[in-house]
């Protein structure tokens, strides 16, 4: 399969019409339209998440969204195929940044635990990210994303199927 894949941070701006940067996520889409679109079910639940903890974004704004997601056709579960891609990436996360012992045991079993909590969110190492990255690599898709996400670019590199990402901004 070939094609792009988005990452939360666009398709969240591509669902919401009120978003000062939806303009530009579409103008990127455009430019790539004979492309196949896919989205991952993580990503639903993400923004599904953000909606319902949005405090300052009206109930008409999230319905909106809703309706939005509610018509994309192309959404990609999680399956037992996912697992090969997901199981080298983190494990790959983890031989080369986890901390370790003398020995050069591992001492950290999350991503989390990978540096301080504010710099694996800043690095983009977190679960979802993982995930998201995962089912990229497993239909050779273009992950379409804002994030930075250098660490799970570089780790990727080392494995048969290199993680391929557009930004979009």
Same mark, same amino acid.
């Given at each position: ?21 939806? %303009?530009? #996520?579409? !103008?990127?889409?455009? %430019?790539?339209?004979? !492309?196949?679109? =896919? ?14 903890? &949005? ?7 999230? %319905? ?5 997601? &509610? ?38 079993? =999350? ?7 504010? !710099?694996?969110?800043?690095?983009? *190492?977190?679960?979802?990210? #993982?995930?998201?990255?995962?089912? &990229? ?12 996400? !250098?660490?799970? *670019? ?5 494995? %048969? ?6 930004? =979009?901004?």
């Amino acid at each position: 399969m070939n094609g792009y894949l988005l990452d939360t941070n666009a398709a969240s701006i591509l669902w919401d019409a009120r978003h000062t940067d939806h %303009n530009k #996520i579409k !103008s990127f889409l455009e %430019n790539h339209s004979q !492309s196949l679109l =896919w989205i991952s079910i993580i990503v639903l639940a993400e923004v599904e998440y953000g909606l319902k903890t &949005a405090p300052k974004m009206d109930t008409s704004r999230q %319905n909106d969204v809703r309706n939005e997601m &509610a018509k994309f056709p192309e959404v990609l579960d999680l399956d037992k195929h996912t697992v090969s891609s997901y199981s080298d990436i983190r494990a790959e996360l983890f031989k080369t940044y986890s901390p370790k012992v003398r020995r050069k045991r591992l001492t950290a079993k =999350w991503p989390e635990d990978l540096f301080e909590r504010t !710099s694996a969110k800043e690095l983009g *190492v977190q679960e979802n990210d #993982i995930w998201i990255a995962s089912q &990229a690599i497993q239909y050779n898709l273009i992950l379409v994303t804002d994030d930075r996400m !250098s660490r799970l *670019v570089e780790v990727s590199n080392s494995l %048969n199927d290199p993680l391929q990402i557009a930004k =979009w901004r």
